[in-house]
């Protein structure tokens, strides 16, 4: 008789529970689109402050920004994030939970050797390749 080596993996994956995808999606859906609403009224605010309107997007994703971040802080970001998935880990919020995140991990580990050195280490591939990705498509639209 013949045994298939990975057997073990094959039998885990048939007893794992299948994951409610359509719920999934949409609570993505809906929590990412709170947050662009909440952005925009954010947006919004700052252009009725003065701000013009073509200047007021910088401001507004270093807010949201923070507020991701203090949420981060007071550990109610991974309360949300378990229930709306990638609609709250995808936009701006989920590279600052995960820069936060890090940070407030290795504090402990002193400012320099701890927080300094380690608050990148989860979004740096996020930064590499975002700068790549920026590089690339501003080149193409250069020769274009």
């Not at 109610?76 to 919020?93: E, K, L, Q, S, Y």
């Amino acid at each position: 008789m013949l045994v298939n080596p990975n057997w073990i993996k094959d039998w885990n994956k048939l007893k794992q529970p299948k994951p409610p995808l359509l719920k999934n999606i949409i609570y993505a859906f809906l929590f990412g689109g709170g947050i662009c609403t909440i952005g925009q009224a954010i947006l919004n605010l700052f252009v009725t402050l003065g701000v013009p309107e073509k200047q007021a997007g910088n401001p507004t994703v270093a807010t949201v920004i923070f507020i991701a971040a203090v949420m981060t802080g007071l550990g109610v970001f991974d309360d949300i994030a378990r229930v709306a998935g990638a609609g709250i880990a995808v936009p701006v919020t989920g590279f600052a939970n995960s820069v936060t995140s890090m940070a407030v991990e290795f504090r402990r580990e002193g400012l320099v050797l701890g927080t300094g050195s380690k608050m990148f280490a989860l979004a740096g591939s996020v930064i590499v390749f975002g700068v790549v990705t920026a590089f690339f498509i501003g080149l193409i639209s250069a020769l274009i």
